[in-house]
C-alpha cells in the first residue's frame, strides 16, 4: 500500500489509523457526552443541562414567580439560541414537564395554558402557552449574582451560563430524576421536602450518621400522584443503603356504599407515571376477556380529581379480593425501580446511596456559602472604601468645594490634596481602615475621588453625614461577622442550618404542595379465592352447536326442548349445570381449554362464538364439552389409536391458550375424551374390529403422546369407552333399540391387539354411545 502524502490541490492527506480504534475513541467521546450533558442528572442541584438552561433563561428574561407570563416559543427560543443548540420541541417538551404537577413533586415551572394531563394527553403547541418561574425554582437559583457558583462560556462564545445552580434545596431527591445514557442509567423518585431538611439537619449534626439513621427523617419516596407504597422497610433501608431497589406503589382506594347491599370501589391516586387513559383501557380488556371475572365495569368520573369506579359483578364479592386480582392483573400497582446513578461535582458517574447524596449536597451548600461570603466582603470593602471618600468630604466640605469649582482637573486633584489627620479622625471610629488604590496615604483613592465628584448636592445635608457614618459602622459590623464565619467551620454549618430551616418554613407543610402525599402500609396479600366462592350459584343450561356457538340459558331447561340456531346450525352439546361450575373444552389439537360458567353470554340471543372466549385455532374442532368434576379421571386418545388415562384436575387451563395434554404427531387428531368410570376400556377401529382390555393395562399421564390402543392394518380408531366388566357392554342397534353384550371373552385380549370383528347388531357409525 502506498503512502498516503499530502497533495498541495486538495490539502494534507487523511490520517490513517484502525477502523477499530477509529470507531472505539469516537464511540467513546459519544457515551462521555450523553452521560455527561444529556442523560445523568449533577448531585448538587438535581437537574440535567437543559432543564438547568431553562431556568437560567427564564431568569434572564425576568420571569419571577410574582412577575408576568411570557410565551413558552420565547423561552424555548431563548433557550436553543443561547445555551441549548438542541431541538425547540426537545426544550419545550423539558419544560412542559418541569410544568406538569403529576410529573414533578414540586414543580419549578408555572405554566398557564394546556401543558397535558394524567390521561396522556400532549402540551399544547409552545405558541398556545405561557410560563414563568415558581417560587421553588428561584430557591434554586437564589445566590447567582453573589458569585455562589462558577460561570462558562456558552455553545458559541457570546455569553456565559452557571455550571450548576446554587440549590437552596437537595432537588435531586425532592423532584427525583430519570435518564438513560450508554450503558448507564439512573431513575430516582420524588421526595418531601420537609424530610429531606430533616435529614440533612440531622447529617449537620451527626456527620456520620448511617443510612438506616437517616430513614427515620425520609421514610420513603413521596410521590406527586400519591398512592400507598406496600414495600417492606427491611427492602427500603437496603435499596437506599446500596442506591439500588424498587418500591412497590399502590393506588388509593375506597368502598363506597350505594345502599341496599350495593357497594362500589373507588380509586382516587393512581401511581407515579401511570396514564389514567390507558390504566381504564387495560381494565377493559381485562374484562372483555374474561380474565376479571369478579369485576363488571370500570367508570371515569375524574375531574380535577381522580376518580375512577370500579363495579363489582355480585354484592358478593369480597373487595380486597377483587383488588387483589387488580394488582396483580393491572396497573393499579407498580413498582418503581430506584437507580441513584449521578454526577459527583458534575463529573464523576456513581451509584450513591442516601447519605452520599444528601453529602454532596451539604459539602456544595458549605461551597456556596463560602463563596458569597467572600463575595459579599467584596462588595463591603468597595463599599466602605467610598464612605471613607464621602466622609473626608463632608470634613473638609470647603476645600471640597473649591476644588471642584475652580480646579480644571478636580478628580486628580482630589487624589493629589493631603488631606492629613482628616482620615484619622474619619477612621477613628473603626479599627479597619479599607485599602486604597493610591500610593500616597493620605490621598484619595481613585475610586473615593469618582464618589465625591458624583455626590448630588441635596447629600450635603448633616443627617446624610450620619447616615453615612451609621451605615459604615454597620458594614463593619457586618465584615466582622463574614471573617468569623469564612474562619469557623462551626458557624458555618450553623449557618447552612438556618437556611434550610428557612427553607423547610417556606416549602414545609404550610405550603401548598409540603405535605407528604404517598402512604406507607403493609401488603397484604389476598390469596386467590375460587371463583365459586364469589358468584350466586344458579341454575343454568349450556348449549353449544355444531358450529360452536355457546350460549347458557336461565335454569334447567327440557334437554328435548326445541332451540333455536343459526341457518345450517343445530344443537350437538346440551346439559344442565351451575353458575359456579367450570367447564371443559378438549379440542382436536390435543388441548384443554377452561370456561367458568358464569362467564357465559346469555341465552336469548345465538350465544358467542366459543373461539372468541379461548384461543381454539380456526382448523381445530371441539372433541366435547363437558363440565368439571375434580378427582376425575379421563381417558384421552387420538385417531392413530394412541392414548392414555389422566387426571381431570390436570387439565384445567388457567389462560385462553389452553393447555396441551395428548401430543398428536404425523397429522393425528384428538378423537376421544371420556370419564373412565370402569374397569375395562372397549376400542373399535374404523375396520369394525373391537378389542377390550384393563383400564390398568394404560398408564396414568399429565401430557404425553400416551401409548398404543389397538393395532391396525388399515385406518384408525373410532371410538373407545370405559365399562364395568361385570355388567357388560351396551350400545344402541341399529333399530335404536339398547343391547347389552355380557360374554365378552370373544374381544377381550391385551392392549395394542388387533382384536375381533364387532358383535351382531353394533352400530353401523362405529361409535359405542
Not at 395554558?113 to 417560587?135: C, K, V, W
Not at 458557624?491 to 416549602?507: D, G, P, Y
Amino acid at each position: 500500500m502506498n503512502d498516503l502524502v499530502d497533495d498541495p490541490n486538495i490539502g494534507p492527506a487523511p490520517m490513517s489509523e484502525p477502523l477499530r480504534r477509529a470507531i472505539g475513541e469516537r464511540y467513546l467521546t459519544y457515551a462521555l457526552s450523553t452521560i455527561m450533558n444529556r442523560a445523568l442528572p449533577d448531585a448538587r442541584d438535581g437537574l440535567k443541562p437543559v432543564h438547568r438552561r431553562i431556568l437560567f433563561a427564564m431568569r434572564e428574561l425576568r420571569l419571577g414567580s410574582t412577575g408576568g407570563f411570557r410565551k413558552s416559543a420565547k423561552i424555548s427560543g431563548d433557550v436553543m439560541g443561547n445555551y441549548h443548540p438542541h431541538g425547540d420541541a426537545a426544550i419545550y417538551d423539558a419544560m412542559a414537564r418541569l410544568a406538569q404537577d403529576f410529573a414533578v413533586r414540586y414543580p419549578l415551572v408555572d405554566g398557564q395554558g394546556n401543558f397535558g394531563n394524567i390521561d396522556g394527553d400532549n402540551p399544547a403547541a409552545s405558541r398556545y402557552t405561557e410560563a414563568r418561574m415558581t417560587a421553588v425554582a428561584e430557591a434554586l437559583l437564589e445566590g447567582l449574582d453573589e458569585n455562589a457558583v462558577d460561570f462558562r462560556s456558552n455553545y458559541d462564545g457570546t455569553l456565559t451560563e452557571p455550571v450548576v445552580l446554587p440549590a437552596a434545596f437537595p432537588n435531586l431527591l425532592a423532584n427525583g430524576a430519570s435518564g438513560i445514557a450508554v450503558g448507564m442509567a439512573t431513575n430516582i423518585p420524588p421526595h418531601n421536602i420537609s424530610e429531606l431538611v430533616d435529614a440533612c439537619l440531622h447529617l449537620i449534626k451527626s456527620p456520620e450518621a448511617r443510612d438506616d439513621t437517616l430513614l427515620s427523617h425520609v421514610p420513603g419516596p413521596d410521590f406527586p400522584t400519591g398512592g400507598v407504597i406496600v414495600e417492606p422497610s427491611e427492602s427500603i433501608a437496603q435499596s437506599y443503603r446500596t442506591g439500588r431497589g424498587s418500591f412497590r406503589l399502590r393506588c388509593r382506594w375506597q368502598t363506597e356504599d350505594l345502599g341496599r347491599g350495593q357497594w362500589q370501589i373507588v380509586v382516587t391516586e393512581i401511581p407515579y407515571q401511570v396514564q389514567k387513559s390507558k390504566l381504564i383501557e387495560k381494565i377493559a380488556e381485562l374484562i372483555q376477556t374474561k380474565k376479571l371475572p369478579l369485576l363488571a365495569d370500570v367508570r371515569d368520573e375524574s375531574a380535577d380529581d381522580v376518580r375512577l369506579i370500579l363495579e363489582p359483578r355480585s354484592r358478593n364479592v369480597d373487595a380486597q379480593v377483587l383488588m387483589g386480582m387488580l394488582f396483580r392483573n393491572s396497573d393499579l400497582e407498580v413498582k418503581f425501580a430506584l437507580n441513584m446513578n449521578v454526577l459527583i461535582d458534575g463529573v464523576t458517574p456513581q451509584v450513591c446511596s442516601l447519605r452520599e447524596v444528601l453529602r454532596a449536597f451539604l459539602d456544595f451548600r458549605r461551597e456556596v456559602l463560602i463563596r458569597r461570603s467572600r463575595h459579599r466582603m467584596e462588595k463591603i470593602d468597595h463599599r466602605l472604601e467610598v464612605l471613607e471618600g464621602l466622609i473626608v468630604a463632608f470634613l473638609n466640605l470647603d476645600r471640597v468645594i473649591d476644588i471642584i469649582r475652580y480646579d480644571d482637573a478636580p478628580k486628580a486633584a482630589l487624589m493629589r490634596e493631603d488631606w492629613g489627620g482628616e482620615f484619622v479622625r474619619a477612621s477613628s471610629e473603626a479599627d479597619y481602615v479599607p485599602p486604597r488604590g493610591d500610593a500616597e496615604a493620605d490621598g484619595l483613592s481613585e475610586t473615593q475621588a469618582e464618589a465625591i465628584l458624583n455626590m448630588r448636592l441635596r447629600s450635603l445635608r448633616r443627617l446624610e453625614e450620619m447616615a453615612l457614618l451609621k451605615e459604615r459602622d454597620s458594614l463593619m459590623e457586618e465584615r466582622a461577622g463574614l471573617e468569623d464565619l469564612l474562619e469557623d467551620g462551626d458557624r458555618q454549618w450553623k449557618s447552612i442550618a438556618n437556611q434550610l430551616r428557612e427553607v423547610k418554613k417556606t416549602f414545609g407543610k404550610d405550603h401548598p404542595d409540603g405535605a407528604r402525599r404517598t402512604g406507607f402500609s403493609e401488603a397484604c396479600e389476598v390469596p386467590e379465592t375460587p371463583l365459586e366462592a364469589m358468584i350466586d350459584k344458579e341454575p343454568i343450561t349450556v348449549v353449544c352447536s355444531r358450529m360452536g356457538w355457546i350460549r347458557a340459558m336461565t335454569g334447567h331447561i327440557d334437554l328435548n326442548r326445541e332451540l333455536k340456531f343459526k341457518d345450517g346450525d343445530g344443537p350437538r352439546f346440551i346439559f344442565h349445570a351451575e353458575t359456579t361450575d367450570r367447564l371443559l373444552v378438549f379440542g382436536t389439537n390435543g388441548r384443554f381449554y377452561t370456561l367458568g360458567a358464569a362467564n357465559l353470554p346469555g341465552g336469548r340471543g345465538m350465544g358467542e362464538p366459543l373461539r372468541l372466549m379461548v384461543d381454539l385455532p380456526n382448523e381445530a374442532e371441539i372433541v366435547d364439552l363437558f363440565i368439571h368434576r375434580p378427582g376425575r379421571k379421563l381417558l384421552v386418545a387420538s385417531d392413530a389409536g394412541d392414548g392414555f388415562v389422566v387426571e381431570e384436575d390436570e387439565v384445567v387451563a388457567q389462560t385462553r391458550s389452553g393447555k396441551q395434554v395428548l401430543n398428536l404427531r404425523g397429522g393425528a387428531r384428538a378423537l376421544v375424551c371420556r370419564a373412565v368410570s370402569g374397569d375395562h376400556v372397549a376400542c373399535v377401529g374404523e375396520n369394525r374390529k373391537v378389542l377390550i382390555f384393563p383400564v390398568g393395562d394404560l398408564p396414568e399421564m399429565t401430557r404425553g403422546k400416551g401409548v398404543r390402543l389397538q393395532k391396525f392394518k388399515d385406518g384408525g380408531l373410532s371410538d373407545a369407552t370405559t365399562f364395568d366388566l361385570e355388567k357388560g357392554l351396551t350400545w344402541h342397534d341399529p333399530a335404536g333399540r339398547t343391547r347389552t353384550e355380557s360374554d365378552l371373552s370373544e374381544w377381550t385380549g391385551k392392549r395394542a391387539g388387533a382384536g375381533r370383528m364387532a358383535p351382531r347388531g353394533f352400530p353401523r357409525d362405529n361409535k359405542f354411545t
